[in-house]
């Protein structure tokens, strides 16, 4: 899509453009919506924010996965208050979509069992390995750590943990010379569409 087929949207179509893009995104390593920021609430309150990947988009469900380690501090904030956003922003198209919802925390089961089978080998040597991430290394080597445990590790599954985004509110912005435009989209939480609307940029 252009940046002037981005202007003419209208918000019948917008809402199916948007769910394109970060359903594509969540195949193509090279898409800029592929790693969006992921902002949480820690347990005292404090904002985080941090880079992650998207790995699936159902555009039907309104619903975003990311993954992570169970051990991270994102996995704790989320236990806390899973109210969280994902912010993506395209450079070539100028859109900027903020999507916010209830994380859904899936450690078990088939859905989790699924996403873990898909987790290439390389991917795998990220999750259990013997410190938990964020811990303090008493060590002045930053090489030290062992970052390739045996892929045939158990602790590599048992921390291994699926984030699912039910996407409530997406604010999307496109910066254009001619004006910006700005236009926020709801859905329940199961899914279904609600109220669309322009809003002031
Ligand atoms: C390009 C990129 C992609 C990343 N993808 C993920 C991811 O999918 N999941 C994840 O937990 N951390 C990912 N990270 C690392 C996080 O940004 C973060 O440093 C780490 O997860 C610790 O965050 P936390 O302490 O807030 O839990 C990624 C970092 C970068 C730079």
Do not use: C
């Amino acid at each position: 899509m252009t940046n002037s087929s981005a202007a003419s949207l209208s918000l019948e179509t917008l809402r199916p453009e948007i769910w394109a893009s970060l359903a594509a995104a969540a195949s193509d390593r090279a898409a800029p919506f592929r790693t969006p920021v992921l902002a949480t609430v820690a347990p005292d309150g404090a904002p985080r924010a941090r880079v992650v990947v998207l790995r699936k988009a159902a555009p039907d469900a309104a619903r975003l996965e990311i993954h992570t380690d169970n051990r991270s501090a994102k996995f704790s904030a989320l236990t806390h208050e899973p109210r969280a956003e994902l912010t993506f922003w395209d450079p070539a198209r100028q859109w900027q979509i903020r999507a916010a919802g209830r994380v859904e925390i899936l450690t078990e089961g088939a859905d989790a069992d699924l996403a873990w089978a898909a987790v290439p080998d390389a991917s795998r040597r990220n999750y259990g390995d013997s410190a938990a991430p964020g811990t303090r290394l008493r060590t002045l080597n930053p090489h030290a750590f062992p970052a390739t445990p045996p892929d045939a590790d158990p602790d590599a599954r048992a921390a291994f943990a699926l984030l699912r985004l039910h996407v409530s509110h997406i604010d999307w912005l496109h910066l254009a010379p001619g004006g910006h435009r700005r236009a926020q989209l709801h859905w329940s939480d199961d899914g279904v569409p609600g109220e669309a609307y322009w809003v002031a940029p």
